[in-house]
């Protein structure tokens, strides 16, 4: 389910001439049982409201006052959400004869043309009011209170997301309304300028209209629905945005090992956090520890239990990293079964988390998995798996594939892979252009048969990738460091930054020279790590090894590691991978 919440604005939308139909309210209370939330936001005072409306309680909350007051009718109190008018205003407009005139806690209203008398009053007082309109009604508030803030608030009181809210309008001071929830409706006899703007625009006019939409949402026929103001920003191709759906999403993020799977989630990711879509990371090897606008829970020495991870959650504004790199591998996919059902029953209640990323996801749902509970991306909001193997995932997990990202310098050879998992026909993917760069990707989606080449539209913030997982996680066998000597009588094996000096401390002079004078250690971090600057740093002590003493040349080399990255004080515990040599 795509949708949680209704807000109605009241006159001439859900109300015709002050009153609600019957079968208006019987939609509502269908709606209500069915687990929706219901929201009336009105720019009428609350008294006013109350004196024309008997039914206060079908609303869970009430902004009244165009965004000004926030009334609970169950619980009967109200709260200002701002200061309220200036004295010496009212005493000025009454003083010259505006009528009507009425002033509330937060808002002072009138009708055209008194709003001439209003704007002079203000600017010759001196005062910061903005003047809002709304079909011949006047409407005087403190600067940024207007039913989208007013609707905000109501949301955070219920820990309800603006992208799981439809809501419902008709005159001007709907604009920034229907434009701050996912889907902004609008009905028949609304202002063409307001229709315009809108994603929805309803057959029926006022408390029919309502209706209309409340059998809709019940039907879940604008899931569907694609509001494209809302998709996320994924490059560009031939000179145009190639932007994906933010709702329904099965995507696959593929490619070898240090290709850029990386480089396109922490894109998508941050235009997804910062435009308020709640993100559960659940990532197996630390490479999202340091991940900006994110709550990391875990960490090499403990796993973040279920009820933690959803009690952070439960407030819509909180995106999440689920770090695993404290859980062996063999015990991640059982976690991750456990957790996926408490996602979606998350989600089910509070219409929120938006987006689950999984890291690594052939680790949590390995081709021998044969179920994975989830029916539809859409359960969760949308998915986006990041893998270097598609073909070892769960069968189950690539029929919720709807759109692949391959990355690397042979994307075609990831797409057959994944095709070939799916048994379904490579598609056909136009020849690289020259000057070929790096952020270049393909893109796929499921219904296509040809997929198409476009440059990834990079992240505004860069971010230190994999810092934790290199200096204390576990690196797959083919990035770890082996020590060897120079007659290959060693083998062992450094896991991460943080053995790996732990080793060089350890070999005897002759293996750690022969390394600094073939320039290994530069390699691995440059190759493997992916850290340029470190490697050329260590390259330098490499290129002094024989003037200098082997304790020296090592001290430095653990130095300019110790700079750049975190080491812990104890070795981690954590290892997935039982077969060292």
């Known amino acids: 389910m795509r949708y949680n919440v209704l807000a109605c604005d009241y006159d001439e939308t859900l109300a015709k001439g002050g009153e609600v139909a019957e079968e208006t309210i019987k939609a509502l209370e269908r709606l209500s049982r069915a687990g929706f939330k219901l929201l009336l936001v009105t720019g009428r005072q609350l008294d006013d409201l109350l004196s024309v409306f008997p039914h206060p309680a079908l609303f869970d909350l009430i902004v009244a006052e165009n965004g000004g007051l926030l009334y609970d009718p169950r619980q009967r109190t109200c709260d200002a959400l701002a200061a309220p008018p200036p004295a010496e205003l009212a005493d000025r407009l009454r003083e010259q004869g505006v009528r009507p005139l009425g002033v ?16 002079a009053a203000i600017r010759e007082l001196g005062l910061e009011r903005q003047v809002i309109y709304n079909k011949g009604a006047v409407m005087v508030l403190p600067p940024g209170v207007n039913k989208a803030s007013g609707l905000t608030a109501a949301l955070d009181r219920l820990s309800l997301s603006r992208h799981g809210v439809v809501a419902v ?20 006899n609304a202002l063409p300028a307001l229709k315009d703007a809108c994603d929805l625009a309803l057959d029926e006019p006022d408390g029919h209209g309502v209706g209309q939409l409340a059998g809709r949402l019940l039907a879940g026929d604008l899931d569907a629905m694609e509001i494209p103001r809302h998709h996320v920003l994924l490059g560009h191709a031939d000179g145009e945005e190639v932007r994906l759906p933010t709702y329904g999403m099965g995507l ?13 989630t922490t894109a998508l990711l941050e235009r997804l956090v910062g435009d308020g879509y709640q993100c559960v990371i659940v990532d197996p090897e630390g490479d999202y520890a340091e991940h900006p606008g994110v709550t990391v829970l875990g960490d090499p020495d403990r796993v973040p239990g279920m009820e933690e991870v959803l009690h952070v959650l439960e407030q819509p504004d909180h995106s999440v990293v689920v770090n695993l790199i404290g859980q062996q591998l063999r015990d991640r996919p059982a976690y991750f079964a456990e957790l996926l059902p408490r996602l979606t029953g998350l989600r089910a209640k509070l219409g929120h988390p938006h987006w689950l990323v999984l890291d690594e996801a052939h680790h949590l749902m390995p081709a021998e998995v044969r179920d994975v509970p989830l029916r539809h991306p859409g359960d969760l909001g949308a998915l986006l798996m990041i893998t270097v193997h598609p073909d070892a995932l769960s069968p189950d997990a690539l029929r919720l594939v709807t759109s692949t990202v391959a990355v690397g310098k042979e994307p075609r050879n990831t797409l057959a892979a994944f095709a070939t998992a799916r048994g379904r026909d490579v598609p056909s993917l136009p020849a690289s252009p020259e000057g070929e760069q790096a952020g270049d990707i393909a893109l796929w989606h499921d219904a296509d048969g040809h997929a198409r080449r476009l440059t990834l539209a990079p992240a505004r913030a860069e971010r230190t990738r994999h810092r934790r997982k290199y200096a204390a996680g576990t690196m797959a066998k083919d ?11 060693l083998r062992l094996r450094a896991r991460n930054l943080h053995t790996f000096v732990e080793l060089a ?3 005897d002079d002759d293996t ?23 490697a050329e740093e260590v390259a330098a002590v490499e290129r002094e090894a024989d003037g200098l003493e082997p ?14 990255y975190t080491l812990p004080a104890e070795p981690t515990a954590f290892d997935p991978d039982h077969q060292d040599r």
């Open 104 to 119: 509330g806690q937060v808002l002072i209203a009138t009708r055209e043309p008194h709003d001439v008398p209003v704007l």
């Open 169 to 188: 309008g008709d005159g001007e001071n709907d604009h920034a309304f229907l434009a701050a929830a996912e889907c902004g409706a609008t009905v028949a």
């Open 252 to 264: 696959l993020v593929a490619g070898p090992s240090g290709s850029g799977k990386s480089t396109v």
């Open 479 to 489: 990035k770890s460091f082996y020590f060897t000597g120079p007659e290959d009588r």
């Open 505 to 507: 401390d350890g070999v």
């Open 512 to 534: 750690w020279l022969h390394h600094l004078r073939r320039c290994d250690c530069s390699a691995w971090i440059r190759e493997s790590l992916g850290d340029a600057e470190l």
């Open 551 to 564: 304790r020296e040349s090592r001290r430095r080399v653990a130095d300019l590691i110790s700079e750049r």
